[in-house]
């Protein structure tokens, strides 16, 4: 029997070689996977942006008085009235939902399909890494023999490689 060839590996997780490609302990066989690409996965802003609005809202209302002043304390010799709290308070989420709409990144995603269904067997920040996997995973079908006429992307995939029996 002759071994199967290693097109690639990232020395940890993911290995494609002429007729396998393995992710940690799952073994996809080339012959089963009937399409294969590179999926973007955009990244939720939703939170952060509802997060600002709130604290953008907070600064309003502390900055207009609309509290009352029985909310009124005291934080060692320092009066804290309620409409300088929340002002605080919406400046402090405010500055939470702008950092989580600056740092939070898309993700890319190595999308197999086959007889069960789509999965996303490789999801990485690194578009590169990615790329990497699915460039071998073209390889291993050229060396097999497979050929991949490029179809129409998914408005969410980029690249997406299907294979005609």
Known sequence: MIPDKIIYTDGRDVTVTNSDLKVK?????LNGILRHGLTRLRANRIP????FIFGAVLIKLGMMEIFPSTYNFYLGD?????NVFAAWLGVGMALAGTLQIIFVRDRYAVSISTAEGEKKVVVSRHREYVTQIVEALNQAYREIGFHFPFSLPDKNREEVYERRA
């Open 48 to 51: 952060g942006i509802l997060l």
């Open 25 to 29: 302990n799952h073994l996809y066989n």
């Open 78 to 82: 320092t009066l804290i009235t309620s």
